[in-house]
């Protein structure tokens, strides 16, 4: 199973992202089902609309999705982001700041002991990338939950053993 940390699907009724195409998104709200319900459990994201300042990274998603799956793969859409929301808690330190990657790699290390070993030279990309993983490894044993509509594309989330659970 391979996770990918990017849109990994276009929102219903577009065809592609381009402005010069006619194509128009089936939805009222802005992007797919997934991000705005993300979006309204206060995590924020970059919205998959023809505005997008991360077009070309969709399509790059997109194209490497279905190259990974024609050889057999089966892979999934993540936003670590949200995933270490539902690990560690709303209150995350900033990933870009010292405070933000000492906490993340610390976590990391609780979560992947065997990272432990190499974690000195790993920046905040590296542990999203970590996370990412992790998210699959969760959802290859069933614990994960999909955020938004199946036909328009779900992201993967740690599921929330937690009684005051939010959709
Ligand atoms: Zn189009």
């Given amino acids: 199973m391979i996770a990918i940390d990017a849109p990994l699907s276009l929102p219903k009724g577009l065809c592609c992202l381009e402005e010069s195409c006619s194509c128009q998104p089936a939805a009222e709200g802005k992007g797919r089902d997934c991000e ?13 609309t023809k505005k997008s300042i991360i077009k070309a990274m969709v399509y790059r998603g997109i194209g490497l999705k279905t190259e990974l799956e024609a050889m057999g793969y089966e892979v999934i859409e993540v936003y670590p982001y949200a995933s270490k929301v539902r690990l560690f808690g709303k209150n995350i330190p900033k990933k870009t700041t010292p405070a933000g990657l000492a906490f993340l790699k610390q976590r990391i290390c609780q979560l992947l002991p065997d990272i ?9 990309d590296m542990c999203d ?3 990412a993983a992790y998210t699959a490894y969760l959802c290859s044993r069933g614990k994960t939950e999909l955020c938004g509509e199946a036909e328009e ?3 993967y989330l740690p599921f929330l053993d937690r009684v005051t659970h939010d959709h």
């Fill in 116 to 124: 432990t070993a190499c974690i000195d030279g790993v920046n905040h």
């Fill in 129 to 131: 990338a970590a996370i």
């Fill in 36 to 48: 705005r319900k993300l979006t309204k459990q206060g995590i924020g994201l970059f919205r998959t």
């Fill in 153 to 155: 594309g779900t992201i």
